[in-house]
């Protein structure tokens, strides 16, 4: 099998060797995390009062943890440890009271950030022959830019395509002979049932490979992808907090996700007791941003579960390696590959008067694609008029819904009194979908 490296010299590094960058890079970071007014009083807090506190890569346990909660808290700026002249990139993501989080950028940020993603697509053998079809969402969401920018470092061909329109993400596929595809599982698994609709054969492809993320699934439905397409399929992980994608990717072996150490610190903890575990136990996972100088981030709560494989891998690198992801800590729903939390949903259709005091959330599936059915009690005076007025008022619920949510919901109204109601904590999401 071809292994290729980026950066060999870093990817293969001894543990020692490891170890050392990760502490000196340790206390670089917490020095400018000291810059912004949010770390200065958690760590004065936490009785830490300089960088020097920091000796040893055991010393990070006696940081606290940071929450998505205090990225909310502390919106817009209260985590810049540098001079906003220094921000070239500022990406958000959605929050579920109407409050996003927002991670800052430096030129240096983005050139380590763009050195990792090129270093994870080389893992999977991608080179600068191949034509990259990124079909991940742009803008504020950080999916599709980076992968563009690393893509683009390697010397690919990218055509930035981003999601939605199957017919023309098709058609380019055949006109540029794409090789290597970046797309979410259950829109790679879509496309495949479209095919005969468009007279299309896998063999008229020139697929090699596909890079999946966004979503979680499981070793099965990559399994039932690779059989479908004739062609591996790589699992990626990050999250917008850390950057973005690139921060654990699968090589050549695909089994595992190497954590590129040299960019952040992983822990994997109890989620209960915050106690750190060894390698190998199911957790919690903690990453630290060693590299960000922007904005950096201390012990970050993923509320992803998931255990640390140590042994060695047959590609050679020597970073260890993340497991699939097993779910999550907290309620976070992921539709489509866009998060989406039920208090974002509660929100909206609490705020229309004819609403009444019930909802209910139903996940669903159509074919691969994720579907969400909202459904609703209105008081029993909308049902007296024509049915024009509750057309009118399905549509608004939609509308505001997906203004909200940025996923196109289905909305069912009843009336009061017709879904469950429960003693204690409501049971407000149904997720039906089933594992393919």
């Not at 760590?43 to 890569?57: H, N, Q, R, S």
């Not at 959330?361 to 509750?390: N, R, T």
């Not at 919901?409 to 039906?432: C, S």
Request: hydrophobic share 35%; glycine share 8%.
């Amino acid at each position: 099998m071809q292994i290729n490296f980026w950066n060999k010299q870093i990817e293969t590094a001894s543990r020692d060797e490891i170890n050392d960058i990760q502490l000196q890079r340790l206390k670089k970071i917490v020095g400018l995390a000291f810059k912004s007014e949010f770390y200065k009083k958690k760590f004065y807090k936490a009785g830490i009062e300089t960088p020097e506190d920091v000796k040893t890569l055991e010393d990070i346990q006696k940081f606290p943890f940071t929450t998505k909660n205090d990225l909310r808290q502390n919106y817009p700026t209260g985590l810049l440890a540098s001079d906003f002249d220094d921000v070239v990139r500022i990406h958000s993501s959605s929050g579920t009271t109407g409050v996003p989080t927002v991670i800052y950028l430096s030129a240096e940020d983005m050139d380590c950030w763009t050195e990792l993603v090129a270093r994870s697509l080389v893992a999977t053998g991608c080179t600068k022959s191949d034509i990259f079809q990124n079909m991940m969402t742009y803008g504020l969401f950080t999916g599709g830019l980076g992968l563009h920018y690393g893509a683009e470092r390697v010397g690919m061909a990218v055509l930035p395509i981003g999601g939605g329109n199957t017919i023309r993400q098709v058609k380019y596929m055949q006109d540029f002979k794409t090789t290597t595809l970046h797309i979410t599982p259950s829109y790679l698994l879509h496309i495949h049932g479209k095919l005969d609709e468009f007279n299309t054969k896998i063999e008229d492809l020139n697929l090699k490979r596909a890079i999946t993320g966004a979503e979680p699934h499981t070793e099965q439905t990559r399994k039932k992808l690779e059989e479908l397409y004739n062609m591996p399929c790589y699992n990626s992980y990050g999250l917008s907090e850390m950057n973005g994608p690139g921060v654990a990717f699968e090589c050549v072996y695909r089994n595992g996700m190497h954590i590129w150490e040299d960019g952040f610190i992983a822990e994997i903890i109890d989620p209960e007791t915050g106690q750190v575990l060894p390698d190998g136990e199911k957790g919690e996972l903690v990453l630290t941003n060693l590299t960000r100088t922007a904005m950096p981030l201390i012990r970050y709560r993923t509320r992803d579960l998931c255990h640390i494989y140590d042994s060695d891998c047959p590609c050679g690198r020597t970073h260890r390696r993340l497991s699939r992801i097993m779910g999550r800590t907290d309620d976070m729903m992921i539709i489509n590959g866009v998060n989406v939390f039920p208090s974002q949903i509660e929100e909206v259709v609490m705020n229309i008067p004819e609403v009444g005091t019930n909802f209910q959330i139903v996940l669903a599936k159509s074919g691969a694609i994720d579907k969400v059915i909202v459904k609703v009690e209105i008081y029993s005076k909308m049902f007296s008029g024509d049915a024009s007025q509750l057309d009118s008022l399905n549509k608004r619920i939609c509308e505001e819904l997906k203004a909200s949510i940025f996923v196109n919901p289905a909305v069912q109204i009843h009336e009061p009194g017709t879904l469950p109601t429960f003693e204690g904590k409501a049971k407000r999401v149904i997720d039906m979908r089933e594992e393919i």
